[in-house]
């Protein structure tokens, strides 16, 4: 196999910098008329067929004899079966892994809080877990018993009293990996079905798949498309792009570890973009030479090097201070910054889903076993936009108890604001409450 690069060059001095960088960063979702219109017409027959056309969908798309919905469900005694198929090294890593995400998340669950105002107001925030949650997690060779952990164990660690997960088995294909970090996470029920369908499923029920609250988990253009029509009937984490990695180096770190780092989200597909920043034009030398050195040796040679040529870049600035500025206008999913003292240059950044401190701190730690979540915001939305987190399975509801004395006093403002707005009803509400000799002054 013959394998070559040809990844961008960038100067930020160069006065077409700006223009170049957007080019570089834009991309659009796939999704198109054709696409839309078959995840509409699969929602409308999951709706109104419920596990029949579940059953009909898992047949035709991913090759699976099923006589009825009980052949797609996985009872916990086989997630647990599942256990004692993996290596005992491949579960203590996926123990490992999980123990260490559940620490990190646990320090993210957020408590109701009062508090009493001098007239005996009580004011405060209740804070719920949702009922349900769905997993979706995609299947065959696409398997990710990471995403499971980082998926399953926040939603665990928030409350949810059932979580409930969907994954396609094409062609009968099962990944024992992704089974038995189901267990290990604390899944409550797996049904063997994936696509557009399973997303419908877990939006609006049906006979056998109970209506969730709140979707989570990646999937391919038709997963995605789906979420984006069933947000509103229920919650949805994020319509996420292509993986992204943006290294900040200042020269010193070995040129093989960047060039492997920016390889680790190469390869995930052709739209993933890896790019590095650095004042050493000598230094992008060296990676520019790593990365034809190292390509050839890769088991995924040809979507790396599709990624790299395609969205990669290596990317010259002036200084240090100007690679943060980059950083901040890219507001990449993935940061590493490579450098001497990280913790000096913490302060500077912005936007990014997830920085990673250090020469010796590589990405790929984060994605399995540091602890923090995987799940991150991509194509910019760093901006605004968080890590999936414990906090995205928890409600907040507002407590306001008024005693007879501060609903007087507020009722005068209250009734203010709403004549104001012309709503008399909402004025005439408070104004009922109004004590009589408050009336008289």
Not at 117 to 138: F, I, S
Not at 213 to 229: F, L, M, Q, S
Not at 371 to 387: C, D, E, I, K, Y
Not at 416 to 425: K, M, Y
Request: proline share 5%.
């Amino acid at each position: 196999m013959t394998v070559s690069t040809a990844i961008a060059r960038l100067n930020a001095a160069d006065p077409g910098f700006a223009r170049h960088l957007d080019h570089l960063l834009s991309w659009e979702s796939v999704s198109d008329d054709a696409v839309n219109q078959r995840v509409l017409d699969i929602i409308k027959a999951v709706r109104e067929r419920g596990d029949a056309a579940l059953v009909e969908f898992t047949q035709r798309f991913d090759g699976v004899e099923a006589k009825g919905i009980d052949d797609l469900i996985l009872g916990r005694e086989r997630l647990e079966l599942a256990l004692t198929r993996i290596t005992p090294t491949q579960r203590e890593a996926l123990e490992i892994a999980a123990s260490r995400v559940r620490s990190y998340h646990e320090r993210q669950k957020q408590d109701s809080w009062q508090y009493t105002e001098a007239d005996g107001t009580v004011l405060g925030q209740k804070v719920t877990p949702l009922d349900r949650a769905g997993l979706y997690v995609p299947g065959g060779k696409a398997s990710y018993p990471s995403s499971v952990l980082m998926n399953a164990i926040p939603a665990k660690v928030a409350g949810v009293s059932e979580v409930v997960m969907v994954v396609p088995t094409p062609r009968g294909e099962v990944n024992e990996l992704v089974l038995a970090a189901a267990c290990i996470a604390g899944v409550d029920r797996v049904f063997t079905i994936g696509g557009a369908q399973a997303v419908a499923a877990l939006a609006y029920g049906t006979e056998s798949v109970p209506q969730v609250d709140k979707i989570v988990g990646p999937g391919n253009i038709y997963v995605a498309t789906a979420k984006r029509h069933v947000f509103g009937q229920v919650g949805i984490d994020m319509i996420a792009g292509p993986s992204e990695i943006l290294v900040v180096c200042d020269g010193q770190t070995d040129p093989d570890w960047i060039a492997m780092d920016l390889f680790s989200q190469a390869e995930h597909d052709e739209d993933a973009q890896a790019i590095l920043v650095s004042p050493d034009a000598a230094f992008l030398d060296r990676v520019a030479a790593s990365i034809a050195k190292l390509l050839p040796t890769m088991e995924r040679a040809e979507i790396i090097e599709k990624s790299i040529n395609g969205r990669g870049a290596l990317i010259q600035v002036r200084d240090m201070q100007q690679a943060m500025d980059v950083a901040n206008r890219i507001a990449p999913e993935h940061l590493e910054l490579s450098v001497a003292e990280p913790q000096a240059w913490l302060p500077q950044i912005r936007h990014a889903g997830a920085i990673f401190m250090g020469r010796h701190t590589s990405e790929a730690l984060g994605d399995y076993c540091a602890g923090p979540n995987h799940v991150l915001p991509t194509s910019g939305t760093a901006r605004f936009s968080s890590p999936l987190g414990v906090y995205d399975f928890q409600k907040r509801s507002s407590i306001i108890f008024c005693s007879e004395q501060a609903a007087s006093e507020l009722g005068h403002t209250a009734s203010v604001l709403a004549r104001g707005e012309s709503l008399t009803a909402h004025a005439r509400s408070a104004e009922y409450r109004i004590l009589t000799e408050s009336k008289g002054n």
